[in-house]
């Protein structure tokens, strides 16, 4: 099967850190795929150079083996900060996504009320981002992201903001979300029970330089459930990513 | 105002230095009822308004070009921040020199002294947006333009008002410097006829009427303003 998104070599440096070093990884189409590793290890820099928003220094990134030359439609980014513009209500934000798509006004407006109650947002979608907590916010973004349809989806921690009880909810409902609208998915997390809970396969990256030090598939059967991180097979896999994350550099 | 009464009604203070509310009250009926008032009140707000609208108009775009392009930014910047130090009030015998002592010379010193303060307010309101956010118009397919006009300027919206609210009080201050020194006309020219007939009644009038006014048109933008940002508001 040809990956969906082939990253070959990929290096990127800020001065004398290198953040990326000849990292390489492929996506499957509809695969949900997690990067973790500790902060400043430059996972965020390899989603960005894949979003198109930062250029690599050496290293290719291809989207159905066409080069990725800056930022686009096919590629869905859900930000770790909130990104709601707040002039905006919920709905409007997400037709923000949606106003230059050959739809009329009214397919605008069903299509956003649509992805909002995916989200379970239905009732909220006059609400502007400050009447909203942050994992409604987070939610809305996520219906943004996913409302013009990119085959793609790239997150930056999306729900390294908010506390561990919606980060569980919001877990479960991502990974409802995928199984119901298959989508290729790459996640950048820094929490090894995400990974697990929601990812296909588990990448772990080493800390300065920046390397992919391992590719684990997750055994899991779905759809996951929280329960299932007390599961031996769920604390096996987890120990042994802890201990992969924390490896001093080889 | 109870100690303005009590120093004044008293005796205490020499009428001369400071008049009491009631012959300041009386002077404002005065100057009501013969028609220097609403005359002066009326030429001042004109030239403030004049002035200011015409330094807005330029400093908006001027601001955003400033605040969003770095090769604007290093070509006016340094420039305007240095003419920004310069006294406007010493510039005063000069506008003179060049406008005469019409309203035209009011619209200049009113412009020098908002229009450099209002650009850079400006360009820091918009070098303010989220870079966020930019990056959201970016992976949303927005080219630059749509991104400046869909997200900056929206973004930025509310600290341009806030910019415009104050540099208006401004406005104020630099219509009173001109109309001191060269009017026939205006609040600040009936001060100074206060001032050469030792009128403190009539002074002190006109001080606290352009305080109100002042006073309102803040009222107003900021009520304003409140209308129009409504989404900043925390209703949590």
């Known amino acids: 099967m040809t990956p969906k998104v082939s990253i070959r070599d990929l290096s990127k440096s800020f001065g004398d850190v290198h953040a990326l070093d000849r990292v390489s990884l492929d996506l499957h189409a509809n695969e949900f795929v997690s990067v973790v590793g500790t902060s400043g290890c430059g996972k965020s820099t390899l989603l960005s150079i894949i979003a198109g928003l930062t250029e690599q220094d050496s290293g290719s990134v291809t989207v159905d083996g066409v080069p990725v030359t800056g930022p686009g439609r096919d590629r869905g980014v859900v930000f770790q900060g909130f990104t709601l513009l707040p002039w905006l209500t919920a709905q409007q934000n997400v037709q923000f996504a949606l106003q230059d798509e050959p739809l009329s006004r009214a397919e605008r407006a069903s299509t956003a009320q649509q992805f909002l109650a995916l989200v379970g947002l239905a009732g909220f979608e006059n609400a502007f981002p400050r009447e909203l907590s942050g994992g409604m916010q987070q939610r809305v973004a996520i219906a943004r992201s996913l409302s013009y349809k990119p085959q793609i989806l790239l997150m930056d921690e999306p729900f390294g903001a908010l506390d561990a009880l919606t980060r569980r909810e919001m877990q479960t409902l991502l990974t409802r979300v995928w199984e119901q609208h298959k989508l290729t998915v790459l996640m950048i997390t820094h929490d090894i029970e995400e990974a697990i809970i929601t990812s296909d396969r588990v990448l772990v990256m080493s800390r300065r330089p920046g390397r992919i030090r391992a590719d684990l598939t997750v055994p899991l059967a779905r759809p996951r459930l929280a329960a299932m991180s007390s599961e031996p097979e769920f604390r096996q896999l987890y120990s042994s990513i802890l201990e992969l994350v924390h490896e001093p550099a080889a | ?236």
């Open chain 2, 1 to 236: 105002m109870v100690l303005w009464s009590l120093a004044t009604l008293t005796g205490l203070v020499s009428p001369l230095f400071l008049p009491s509310p009631v012959a300041v009250g009386e002077r404002f009926v005065t100057q009501l009822q013969n028609g220097e008032l609403p005359t002066d009140a009326s030429a001042s707000v004109y030239r403030i308004a004049a002035g200011f609208l015409l330094a807005t108009v330029m400093a908006v775009p001027i601001g955003i070009l400033i605040g969003t392009s770095a090769r604007v930014e290093a070509a006016l910047e340094p420039l305007i921040d240095f003419v920004r130090y310069m006294p406007v009030v010493a510039f005063v015998p000069l506008t003179i020199l060049w406008a005469g002592i019409d309203d035209g010379q009011k619209f200049l010193i009113i412009w020098m002294g908002t229009f450099f303060q209002q650009v850079l307010l400006i360009a820091d309101a918009v070098r303010q947006t989220p870079r966020g956010l930019i990056d959201l118009g970016e992976t949303l397919g927005l080219n630059n333009r749509q991104i400046l006009t869909r997200i900056v300027l929206r973004s930025s919206a509310p600290r341009i008002w806030d910019a415009l609210r104050i540099t208006l009080g401004w406005a104020w201050t630099w219509l009173v410097v001109a109309e001191l020194v060269a009017a026939s006309s205006g609040l600040g020219y009936r001060i100074t006829l206060g001032q050469r007939y030792f009128q403190t009644d009539t002074i002190i009038t006109y001080v606290l009427i352009l305080g109100v006014l002042g006073l309102v048109t803040d009222q107003i933008m900021r009520a304003w303003g409140r209308r129009m940002f409504r989404y900043e508001r925390s209703s949590r």
